[in-house]
């Protein structure tokens, strides 16, 4: 039977490299790595022929400034100072149409290689990211969401979303954002774009071959990692809006993206899914206070707000809370969840509440679970076509 990959099963980050300048030489020194593919070694390319131009300009006309101004035609006493020439026209043509063509040059190859990045191939995985203080989402082809996250602290406390995708293909992104301005940066790639409200742009880029010394993970095979920054401030949080870019072979995306598939699933593992991609840096499920109350008996029970005021922790409660969190304040906390307007469908929300009633000793008893005792529709289809379950199944 299907069952929902938890943290501990998703297959641990793995970056392509160390940050490590070590041994790379001048292009190391000012990418701190490698580039990871065509478009990004292209890129360096690009940057170090500009950089040793302007270098070999610089050299040469400081160079001759001072050569002339302080030797060739310094100023001797009893030498009477010359008329400077007021004209020279072949001289003037030669130093307007030299650097000019230089321009035209690296404009054309900025040009180039800019278009390329920005209109993806015909045959591109099309790919919807979402940005929003402070954290990245993105939605595969068959709807599904990115489910996997990967653990950066021993605590566990700290998350960044794996988005994957499969090596050796043209990925296009859609990109918007469902706030402020934020860019989107994976830096072993090189580019970086904008990502704004109200407003498409894109990102395109063509993954690498895995290497045959790629880590390998038993159930996905061999895989590869990618930092996911965003390069815009965007507010407190911005340095910790990170993701992964997870590269995989053919096989293993096509696995996790079955598993992905929301059509089958309960509206339970939704739920988990949800939360262990977009609520668990702040929200425990075990009790523990983290920077938002813990869910583990989240729900039927009452809560304390900040004003004095208490309710019970019901569906439209949770809901209200995942959408507007600023309406009510659980008491000892700062207001300093950001609202999911927006970014959660109805399915997903029914999928939290369900989670959060699963974690709950008021919830429907653990037996139950799966079952339509729930009265979600996604899973009355499910139920009927299936054999009937059996009763006391766990
Ligand atoms: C940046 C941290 C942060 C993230 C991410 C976050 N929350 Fe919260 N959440 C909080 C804080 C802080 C509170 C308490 C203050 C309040 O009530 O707004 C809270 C409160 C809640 C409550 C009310 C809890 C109670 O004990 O009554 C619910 C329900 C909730 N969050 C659901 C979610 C869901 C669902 C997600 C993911 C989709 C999520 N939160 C993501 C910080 C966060
Ligand atoms: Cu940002």
Known sequence: MFSLPTLATVPPLRLAHEYDASGEGLSGFFFRSAGMNDAAIETDGLFMLIFWFSVFFFVLLMALMVYWGFFK?????G??????????????????????????????????????????????????????????????????????AVTLDPGGTQTAPVFIVPEDSNISLTMSSQDVIHSFWIPDY???????????????????????????????????????????????????????????TPAGYAK???????????????????????????????????????????????????????????????????????????????????SFQGLLNDQQLDGLIAYMKSLSDKGPAPAAEGESAEGTDAEATDETTSDAAPEGEG
Not at 73 to 77: G, L, S, T
Not at 79 to 95: D, K, M, T, Y
């Open 73 to 77: 035609y310094r100023r001797r006493a």
């Open 79 to 148: 030498v009477p100072i010359e008329r400077s020439a007021s004209h020279n026209g072949p001289l003037e043509i030669f130093w307007t149409v030299v650097p000019s063509s230089a321009l035209l040059v690296i404009f054309f190859l900025g040009l180039w290689t800019y278009t390329t990045r920005q209109i993806g191939a015909g045959d591109a995985l099309q790919l919807n990211l979402k940005a929003w203080k402070w954290g990245w989402g993105l939605t595969y082809p068959n709807g599904a969401e990115s489910q996997w």
């Open 190 to 248: 090189r580019v970086k774009m904008d990502v704004f409200p109200n407003r498409y742009t894109g990102y395109s880029f063509r993954t690498a071959k895995l290497p045959a010394d790629a880590p390998e993970d038993p159930d996905y095979g061999r895989y590869q990692d990618h930092w996911i920054f965003c390069a815009e401030y965007c507010g407190d949080f911005h340095s910790e809006m990170a993701a992964v870019l997870r590269v995989m």
């Open 256 to 338: 996790a993206m079955d598993e992905f598939d929301i059509g089958n699933k309960t509206p339970v593992e939704i739920g988990k899914a949800v939360y262990q991609s977009k609520c668990a840096t702040c929200h425990s499920v075990d009790g523990s206070a983290n920077t938002g109350p813990s869910w583990l008996n989240l729900y039927g029970y009452e809560r304390a707000f900040s004003d004095g005021t208490t309710a019970v922790g019901d569906e439209n409660y949770i809901r209200e809370s995942i959408l507007y969190p600023n309406a009510k304040i659980v008491a000892g906390y700062p207001g300093a969840m950001p």
